[in-house]
């Protein structure tokens, strides 16, 4: 546990997106773990029914209705955490939405909303959440995609907000680390997961979307934020096919272009008729649920990311290191 970091059973957390799939997963293993939670999303309903079930089961939980690209509802949020809880130790910017279809397609209205809330959303939030964090220690956690690092078509201003946020978190993240405030920010970044994120999209193909395999449970990702909740980690993809992919558009830019040219347009199309497309762009839809309609197999769990965010396999680069200098010390000395 790192000094400034609590156990998740003394956290007060806040989860924006709670309403449904990585979100909400997230709040529903919090509580279990005994945090007490403040859960944001646009959908009153739902809200409602999640805060009910984790109080049933003996958590604590309080929600508020809110669109994460408008800075005044964020703020209500923290406000809402304060007065209830009187502090927060943990901030989850995890709300999103998504497009599909051609760049020139989609129009710039549709392109902005989904601005609003995928980059300002965490911007709002990461903002407010500053001076509540600062004062004892905490964490920041951003939700990005595995696209933060590879750009796949057919998602392609999705892809886009995903840059974003990966470069406002690692700026965020320089500019506290310098000034010395107690306050970890971590972006997390999940591959294909079932969520309704392909239900909730806005679509502009002829055929629904679906998730190209890989596909990993939404539970694999709320393990991952928890644990960044209490260690200090700076950034985790979750999937092992998400840390590949990155890894060879790194070593080989364009032939991770032409496979993705080859492979994805066909990959992130339904053609079973069984998906529908709800649209939440701009208003929200149905929620409640955690997992998606995806019928391929799932994978419950990733030994890529465990192996990540292990405690003595995050330490191994530091004990290599450190065998190197002491060998580079012992051979100047003989």
């Known amino acids: 546990m790192d000094a400034n970091l609590k156990p998740l059973d003394e956290q007060v957390i806040v989860i924006t997106g709670a309403s449904s799939g990585i979100g909400l997963a997230t709040a529903q293993a919090a509580a279990q773990a005994g945090a007490k939670l403040v859960l944001a999303a646009r959908s009153e309903a739902r809200l409602g029914e999640i805060v009910q079930a984790i109080a049933s089961e003996g958590g604590e939980a309080i929600y508020v209705v809110a669109d994460v690209g408008r800075e005044d509802d964020v703020r209500r949020i923290a406000g809402a955490a304060i007065e209830r809880f009187g502090r927060i130790d943990t901030w989850v910017n995890d709300a999103g939405v998504a497009i599909y279809g051609r760049l020139e397609e989609v129009s710039d209205a549709d392109n902005r909303r989904l601005f609003d809330t995928n980059f ?44 974003a946020v990966l470069g406002y978190t690692d700026a965020l993240r320089m500019e506290l680390e310098h000034d010395g ?19 909730h999209a806005r679509n502009y193909m002829p055929e629904a979307p679906t ?49 993705m040219e080859r492979t994805l347009y066909d990959q992130q199309k339904d053609k079973t008729g069984k998906i529908q497309s709800l649209d939440s762009l701009y208003r929200p839809t149905r929620d409640g649920l955690s997992s998606g309609p995806y019928d391929g197999h799932v994978r419950r769990t990733s030994l890529s990311t465990r192996t990540a965010l292990s405690t003595v396999t995050r330490a191994l680069p530091f004990i290599a290191a450190g065998a190197v200098i002491a060998a580079g010390a012992r051979w100047n000395t003989e």
């Open 120 to 163: 300002w959303g965490v911007v709002y939030g990461s903002l407010v959440a500053l001076p509540h964090l600062r004062q004892n220690g905490g964490a920041l956690i951003n939700v990005g995609s595995e696209v933060s690092d590879a750009v796949i078509p057919l998602q392609g201003m999705y892809s886009a907000s995903k840059h």
């Open 181 to 199: 405030l107690p306050i970890h920010v971590t972006l997390v970044k999940p591959a294909s997961i079932n969520t309704p994120f392909i239900e």
């Open 211 to 259: 998730f190209p395999p890989p596909v990993y449970a939404p539970d694999v990702v709320a393990r991952a934020i928890l644990r960044c909740a209490e260690r200090r980690v700076r950034e985790i993809t979750v999937g092992g096919s998400g840390r590949m992919i990155a890894a060879i558009g790194r070593l080989a830019p364009r032939t991770t272009d032409v496979l």
